[in-house]
Structures are given as structure tokens and as C-alpha cells.
């Protein structure tokens, strides 16, 4: 038998061949660990494509927000336990910042009980952020930045539930492995236990990683493409990236959990889908014509002389009216148990990044909770803001920017 293809089908090949044409016997000697399991017995291991991939955690910004999406994100919001100052504060973001610089490096931290599970980082990226209640509650009231507070109720629209809403402390882990990101989870929220309990953990995916290409914009649970019109380049970094003072280098995360009324939307035909958000279904190219990546034309009419994007179109209300509200959008799937009432429980973790929430996302907000066709059909349950802290240089720990002001 030759090998004619690299990687990991033709090992595998190799192997499963092997055994086939060793026999029954042969494989029972080799589960038994007897020697005489012949010629074709195997000596390397099959790869593992994405599982050793390592995203660096030190630098100008944390990982986990421009870095490229991984196929799982849980969102972890704790609360402080009372009597937790800035002192218990800097010791938790010590504890942490030593854990989180072990497992992206695929590194047991200290007193990891199951050091197997961190040998596979597949990408693991650990961001953590800070929720407006955080300052009062450690004396850095006059360090929190102005517009960090909880959205202001949308009324027409939100149906929030305290369960999946607020925080004080954020860990949004992620990886391209979802056992990686449990046991990252565990790990960090056992060690804060003395300081913080968990509020709510919040589980989405993607696409698995392999299943296609990398750099493929997700789709939504709705079908959609979702990501298409992220401003790239100098804009995303315009867009996100803090420069005032402690935050410089920071950002941060407004997330939404956000329903899916999926009964009502099957009713409705492929045509209107695509109306109501101003993209096609298939390849997420604007019902106006073009690619994926180009803008939908908002200015087009038709042959009557009527917006091809009507006026309730989600696009049309979304679209940033100039540079000063763009926002960087990185969404998940979640998909959970009916609710006690049999409500089907799948949606959007809408997770958006700004420099600055009151300039850059409450405007578009507001629009869309006036206009948008599309709140016939999702529900916001959820809501929560966070400062995300900037990154940090070797032998730094986490927070020492807000810490040390
Ligand atoms: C309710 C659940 C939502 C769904 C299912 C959804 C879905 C989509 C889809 C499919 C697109 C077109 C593709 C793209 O450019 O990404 C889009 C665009 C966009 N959405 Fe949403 N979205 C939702 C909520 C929101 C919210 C809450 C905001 C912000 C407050 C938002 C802001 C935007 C923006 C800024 C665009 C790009 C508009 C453009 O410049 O063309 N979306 N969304």
C-alpha cells in the first residue's frame, strides 16, 4: 500500500487498511498489546488539524474580538461577592491572567484537576470585561467610562429576562473545540469562586471549523448570512478600539440575546425573507445586486420608480449613517431547551464592539427598534454591556490600567 495523499485521511487509511488486512487476530493482539501485531502496525498518531492552533494572548489588545471567530463562544457573566474591593479585584485579575496565559498556550494552569484537557488549546481565546455596576461596587466610580451603563428599555421590542441580563465580570471564552472551552470555563470560574459567583453562562456556536472555509461568513439561525457588511481595515479598528484614557487599547461589548420566532418565520415565502433584511438567502449578495461583501444599494429603484429596499428593511434601518456608528458585529448561534412553556429557544447572541456605546450603537439601536420589520419575528430576552479590557504586555496582569489609575 502506498501513501499518496498527505494528512489526515490517508493515515487513517493506513491504519484502518492495516488492521483489515492483519485480521482478527491480529487486531485482538494489538488491543491486548502484544507484540506481534505485524508490519503495518502504526507508529504516528493521526494529526489533528486545528487542535495544537495557538492565538497569542499578550499584546496591544485581547484576543477574542478582531481575532477570527472560533466555532464556539460562551459568554460568562459573574457578579462580584460582596465586601470585594479593588485589593480582592487586582488578586482575582492575577489569579486569572496566570490561568488564561496557560490554557491559550494549551498549558495546565496550577491547580488544574484534569491537566489533560488543557493540551488542546484549539485557538482558545479568553476575553474578560468589566459591567458598569463593577465600578460603584470597588470604590472606581469615577473611573467608569460615560456611556458603560445598561441600555435604556426598548419597550416596543424587549422582553428581557433577568437571567440572561447584567454582570459585573465578563469571560467570553472561546475555541474551535468546545471541550476546550468548557474546561476553560471551569477552571476560571472555579478559581474566582472566593470572589464571584456565576450569573449566567450564555453557549454559542458556528460552524465547525474544517466544515468550510475559513474566513466563510456565519449564517444565522435564520439562514442568513450575517457578518457580510463589517467594516474591515482602518474603519474596524476606528470602530472598536478605545483611546480614552484607561480603556486605550479596550473596548466594548454590548450582547443581546435574541429569540428566534422561528414558527412564524417558516410561514412566510424565500422572497420576503430576503425583503426584509435587504440580502439574498443564498449567497447573502444585496437583493440590489452584487457579492456578498458588497453594500446594499439603498438608493435603487425599480421600473415604477419604488425603493427596491423598502423602508422597513432591516439593512436599510441598520446602515451606519456615517463613520461615527459603525460597529463591529461577531454573532452566535444558541439553540436550547424549549422554555417551561414549550416555546421553542433558539436565536442570536448579537455581540457588537464600540469604542463607544451611546455614539456608536445606541442611534442604530433606536432605529431599528422603531423600523425593523425583522422585530416581527425576533425577541431581545437578554441584555448586558461590558467594558473589554485592553491588552497587556509581558509580566502585566489584567485590569492593571483601570487597577493602578
Ligand atoms: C434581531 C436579530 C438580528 C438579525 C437576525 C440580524 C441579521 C442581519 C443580517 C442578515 C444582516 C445582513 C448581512 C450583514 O451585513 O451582516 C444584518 C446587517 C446588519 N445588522 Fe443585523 N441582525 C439582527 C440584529 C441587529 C442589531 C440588534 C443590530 C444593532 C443594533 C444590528 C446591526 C446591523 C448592521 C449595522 C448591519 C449592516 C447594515 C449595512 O451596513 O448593510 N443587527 N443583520
Keep these: 500500500m502506498t501513501e499518496t495523499a498527505g494528512g489526515t485521511f490517508s493515515r487513517r487509511r493506513l491504519l484502518l487498511g492495516g488492521a483489515a488486512v492483519a485480521g482478527g487476530a491480529t487486531l485482538a493482539g494489538a488491543l491486548t498489546g502484544c507484540a506481534a501485531a505485524g ?50 479585584l487586582t488578586r482575582l485579575m492575577t489569579l486569572w491572567t496566570d490561568d488564561i496565559e496557560r490554557l491559550t498556550g494549551g498549558r495546565a494552569p496550577l491547580a488544574d484537576q484534569e491537566r489533560e484537557l488543557a493540551a488542546v488549546p484549539a485557538s482558545l481565546t479568553v476575553t474578560v470585561g468589566v459591567g458598569p455596576d463593577l465600578f460603584g461596587r470597588t470604590g472606581l466610580d469615577a473611573l467608569r467610562p460615560a456611556s458603560l451603563a445598561q441600555l435604556p428599555a426598548f419597550d416596543a421590542i424587549d422582553r428581557l429576562e433577568q437571567r440572561w441580563s447584567g454582570g459585573d465580570l465578563l469571560l467570553q471564552i472561546g475555541a474551535d473545540d468546545v471541550v476546550t472551552v468548557s474546561h476553560a470555563t471551569r477552571v476560571l470560574t472555579r478559581d474566582a469562586r472566593s470572589f464571584a459567583e456565576v450569573r449566567w453562562v450564555q453557549r454559542g456556536f458556528g460552524r465547525a471549523r474544517g466544515s468550510v472555509p475559513d474566513g466563510t461568513t456565519a449564517r444565522n439561525l435564520l439562514g442568513q448570512v450575517d457578518g457580510s457588511a463589517n467594516p474591515v481595515g482602518d474603519a474596524r479598528e476606528q470602530a472598536v478600539w478605545s483611546a480614552e484614557g484607561w480603556l486605550a487599547g479596550g473596548t466594548m461589548l454590548v450582547l443581546r440575546r435574541i429569540r428566534f420566532d422561528r414558527d412564524h418565520w417558516e410561514q412566510i415565502g424565500r422572497a420576503d425573507r430576503e425583503l426584509v433584511i435587504g440580502r439574498r438567502l443564498d449567497d447573502g449578495a444585496p437583493i440590489t445586486g452584487g457579492a456578498e461583501k458588497d453594500a446594499v444599494d439603498l438608493s435603487a429603484v425599480d421600473e415604477n420608480g419604488l425603493e427596491v429596499v423598502p423602508s422597513f428593511a432591516h439593512v436599510r434601518q441598520a446602515r451606519a449613517r456615517d463613520a461615527s456608528e459603525l460597529m463591529l458585529r461577531r454573532g452566535y448561534s444558541y439553540d436550547d431547551s424549549p422554555t417551561p412553556d414549550g416555546t421553542d429557544d433558539a436565536g442570536l447572541l448579537f455581540a457588537a464592539y464600540v469604542a463607544d456605546i451611546e455614539r456608536q450603537f445606541l442611534p442604530v439601536q433606536r432605529r431599528l427598534a422603531d423600523n425593523d420589520l425583522l422585530n416581527r419575528w425576533t425577541i431581545p430576552v437578554g441584555s448586558a454591556v461590558f467594558a473589554i479590557l485592553p491588552g497587556i504586555g509581558d509580566g502585566q496582569i489584567l485590569g492593571h490600567q483601570l487597577l493602578d489609575a
Excluded: I, K, M, N
Design 39 to 88: 508490519p503495518t502496525a502504526p507508529e504516528a498518531a493521526p494529526e489533528a488539524p486545528y487542535g495544537d492552533d495557538v492565538v497569542a494572548f499578550r499584546g496591544r489588545h485581547q484576543a477574542g474580538v478582531t481575532t477570527p471567530p472560533p466555532a464556539h463562544t460562551w459568554f460568562v457573566a459573574l457578579d462580584l461577592r460582596d465586601g470585594v474591593d479593588r485589593s480582592g
